[in-house]
């Protein structure tokens, strides 16, 4: 069987009519696996395709969610506790570290009838987005095993994207579930901060840390948010909101919806295939009776600024101890970024809070006036693993992202299109806050225009 292609609603169809059984999809699914995780290293823990079928049911006494996933393979990036199985954070610090409890939003992907198949690579402590991790290895491009996946969900974006799993679940502190589904060519949702729970997740940053789905395609996220956004009481960072109905608005007509493309010195910074594919974009949306208005977008830049801080700031917290005793279990990279965080003033941190509050605000303006915000993912596509291309891009590949952490809006990254060398690129769809069914629906109807979303690695 190949699972390539096939996504979670085709793979629900083709068990409604007795094609495949979720047994036959589990072993395909493990034999990818088997066959790329060595020169891919998506994972990190394999669970195998016994223990994923026997020991994964929904708990006892549990109503199931309208088996709304029921016998799907899904990864989980390994900050996300899943019970008995061990949580790494992609550190050295909790090699061994076997989680007691499901993860809020793993729990409730078993009571849908999911099975985990394992855990995926992340940059370490997820404090990156590059994906090259000193101590589990590095994740590499399957659509190009020399450049990066991108990070920090960089094993969730490579197992989707080579049906190792037909979805996965990520977590987005800079752009962390967004550039690897841009650099691999799969789609990747950041939901309205609040929305999913983060509970039973190691934390980069309580303050920006956000939980989300990547998958094939659009109808596919919005089936996974449509399982794991409900309210956590006990989670701190939840948000008692109305559960959003993301598949019934998926279809929502278009015409005359208002869309601000991004311009600007900052835009402009983007490589040239890069922005001429947001353009692309926007006619694409124009020829289904959107409105579109170029909106300069400069001051951007500095909410990625604070959100940068923010996170240097707030990891150096989360770490303190460890940095503080054992400094040299670290890599190199994220002890430096840890140890600048320790060094950061309060005055840096109260004036990046300043700023968040104002890019809130000017947010909240902003969308009195337009229905979505479109700009590239990343602004560029995804650079080679080794040499100091890929440590200079770095910061690049998180400067479009950065922003909507800090302000904490639904952002959506979907393919639109590659490279010269055949590399992915995503278009970012940026709604107001709680319009995560928005943002869906403007994602849905840009791929049901395009094919980008139908292209996979030959690999």
């Not at 500095?302 to 707030?314: F, K």
């Not at 993912?377 to 080679?384: C, G, K, Q, R």
């Not at 590659?418 to 069914?437: C, M, Y």
Request: proline fraction near 5%.
């Amino acid at each position: 069987m190949d699972t390539t292609s096939l996504t979670i609603t085709g793979a629900l169809e083709a068990f409604a009519k007795r094609e495949i059984a979720p047994q036959n999809l589990t072993e395909a699914c493990f034999a990818q696996i088997k066959r790329l995780n060595p020169t891919l290293n998506a994972y990190i823990t394999v669970i195998e395709p016994k223990k994923t079928l026997e020991a994964q049911r929904p708990p006892i006494n549990t109503a199931p969610l309208n088996h709304a996933l029921r016998g799907i393979p899904i990864a989980v990036k390994d900050l996300f506790d899943v019970e008995g199985i061990r949580t790494t954070a992609g550190s050295k610090f909790f090699a061994d570290h076997i989680a007691e409890n499901d993860a809020f939003v793993v729990e409730r992907l078993k009571q849908a009838g999911a099975l985990i198949n394992g855990k995926t690579n992340t940059h370490e402590i997820a404090l990156g987005v590059t994906g090259e991790n000193p101590h589990y290895g590095t994740a590499r491009n399957p659509w190009d095993t020399e450049r990066i996946a991108g990070g920090s969900s960089s094993g969730s974006a490579i197992a989707v994207a080579t049906g190792m799993a037909l979805g996965a679940l990520g977590t987005d502190t800079g752009g962390s579930i967004r550039i690897p589904a841009s650099l691999c060519g799969v789609v990747g949702f950041k939901p309205t901060r609040g929305r999913v729970s983060t509970r039973g997740v190691f934390p980069l940053s309580w303050n920006l840390d956000h939980v989300g789905p990547l998958t094939k395609c659009v109808k596919d996220a919005a089936v996974m948010l449509q399982v794991i956004s409900v309210y956590d009481a006990v989670d701190p960072s939840s948000i008692k909101m109305l559960t959003g109905d993301y598949l019934g608005h998926l279809i929502d007509d278009m015409s005359g919806r208002k869309i601000a493309i991004a311009s600007g010195e900052f835009i402009e910074s983007a490589d040239t295939e890069v922005l001429e594919a947001l353009h692309d974009a926007a006619k694409i949306f124009e020829s289904m009776g959107c409105k579109i208005q170029k909106i300069n977008v400069d001051w951007l830049n500095d909410a990625a600024l604070a959100n940068s801080t923010m996170i240097q700031t707030d990891a150096a917290a989360v770490h303190r101890d460890r940095l503080k005793e054992h400094p040299e279990m670290f890599g190199d990279d994220i002890r430096l970024r840890l140890e600048e965080g320790t060094n950061r003033s309060a005055t840096e941190y109260v004036l990046a809070r300043r700023t968040q509050a104002d890019a809130r605000k000017r947010f909240e303006l902003f969308f009195e006036s337009y229905d979505f915000l479109i700009l590239p993912t990343t602004p560029i596509a995804a650079p080679p693993v080794t040499g100091l291309d890929s440590i200079e891009q770095a910061g690049r590949l998180n400067l479009f992202t950065k922003p909507f952490n800090l302000t904490g809006l639904p952002a959506l990254s979907v393919p639109c299109g590659f490279t010269s060398e055949g590399l992915p690129i995503g278009l970012q769809i940026v709604a107001k806050a709680w319009g995560d069914a928005k943002a869906l629906n403007a994602g849905y109807a840009y791929e049901q225009a395009t094919e980008w979303h139908k292209k996979f690695p030959m690999i």
